[in-house]
């Protein structure tokens, strides 16, 4: 008798950029395609989880990305960029690592993938030398700003995230290290 296997987290690899470019689509579709013009959503879906965009990310050396796969399809993964591009006049943080995406498969939410990777991202922050993590978050996705909370991030300000012509208002969070 066969059991499966467990999910694994590792770094991603070149090889991941397509299977890690589609689970983002389907993740971020799955959560926000519904506010937007479907013009706008598409145009922001290629700027940001494109193939290519993902295996420039990858190639990136201020980017890690980690991803969980399990029986050989990725299910969750993280985006951190070392070097925070996020506003920075909101905090005191003199070495700020960004949490740019963390994402599960929308069938496997709430299954413990996103506490692996949050742990796996102030780990790699320690590591890196931060003493910030720093992150976005839709002003109406309570669910995501609970989680947050549970790593000791909170609320530093408001600011505006744009897709296309639409404007949502978004909270920056911050987590000391």
């Given at each position: ?53 993902t295996a420039r ?63 796996w991202a102030i ?55």
């Amino acid at each position: 008798m066969t059991t499966a296997s467990s999910p694994v987290l590792r770094l991603a690899t070149p090889d991941d950029a397509l299977p890690l470019a589609a689970l983002a689509r389907r993740a971020v579709a799955a959560k926000f395609e519904h506010l937007y013009d479907p013009a706008d959503f598409a145009a922001f879906m290629e700027e940001a989880h494109s193939d290519a965009t993902t295996a420039r990310q990858l190639a990136d050396p201020g980017m890690r990305i980690a991803v969980i796969e399990e029986e050989g399809a990725l299910v969750a993964f993280c985006k951190l960029v070392l070097d925070s591009t996020l506003p920075r006049e909101f905090s005191t943080s003199t070495r700020p690592l960004e949490l740019k995406q963390l994402y599960t498969d929308p069938a496997r939410l709430g299954g413990g993938l996103g506490r692996r990777l949050m742990d796996w991202a102030i780990a790699q922050a320690r590591t890196q030398g931060a003493d910030e993590i720093q992150l976005t978050v839709y002003s109406d996705n309570p669910e995501a700003q609970r989680f947050y909370h549970r790593f000791g991030f909170a609320k530093i300000a408001d600011i505006e995230f744009w897709v296309g012509t639409h404007c949502d208002p978004e909270f920056l969070y911050a987590c000391k290290l």
